[in-house]
């Protein structure tokens, strides 16, 4: 299989929309600012979220700056804009290299793509926007220490999602031991990333948002849950199926506490069960919507 990080990101919005917490989401159209509005995404992989809130009518009329370290994703968010603005019946424009602009007589939505590390974007950053995102992207940072720097980023809401915390499960079992084992040091390696990571940051951002000075507005679960229908996943989830073992592959080959032959056939047999359309995964994560 060709493990392609723009595809896993495709493929994730699916699964992305059915589990953004729909509560912490009402809570963000209600504390809006009137329109326009500026927006800072960190972390924001090809662009996904702006496309979203495009979509689901949640802004109409707004400067948007989507940052991320990765040049791969960022030249193909500001490529592949013109294929979901032109599905979604938008017009789109260039302004420079680095810019776009998404509209029709409702929208009008100008999209800046930059490629820089965040904390380097902090550093550079002169005007604080209305709302600040971070979508699947806390989890990987150090924390506490990253939440004041990123909060500086807005001088209003900050919509922080998908924060991973503490479950992974795998349906049917294999063998509720190996499963137990896999599960337990594929979280150890999230928590002892040289980059920083918690495996329980849905939790502990209760306290953190509260030790940063940030009001919670509203919080609650936005779990993955992705299973087959007659069969078949939806859209391209069997790939972002894929991608997860992928991520547990790189994570624990290796592992001195890991049996070689025993994960490998876990390997197989999860994979299996994805062509068989029985795997059932899920993930528990948590959204938040503060003010600062
Ligand atoms: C799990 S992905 C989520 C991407 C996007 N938010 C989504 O859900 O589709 C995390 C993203 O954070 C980016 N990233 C990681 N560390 C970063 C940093 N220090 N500065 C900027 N971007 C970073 C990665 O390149 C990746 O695109």
Redesign the pocket.
Known sequence: MDYSFPRY?LS?QSV?DRSLNKDVLSALRANLPQEPFRIVE????VG??VRRLVRWDVIRRAEYVM????TE?IEYASEWVKVWAEETGLSVERSGENQARVFDKAHDVRIRFEQA???DFIQKNQEPADLLIA???LD?LPMPESLTKLLSLTKGLAWLTLNFDGVTTFEPTIDAGLDAQVERLYHETMDRRATGGDSRSGRHLFGHLQEAGAEILAAGASDWVVYARDGKYPDDEAYFLHFILHFVEQSLTGHPEMDSGAFAKWLRERRAQIERGELVYIAHQMDFLVKR
């Open positions: 990101l994730k992305d960190v972390g924001a992989g996904t979220m940052v991320d370290e990765m994703n590390d965040v904390f979508h699947a992207f990987l």
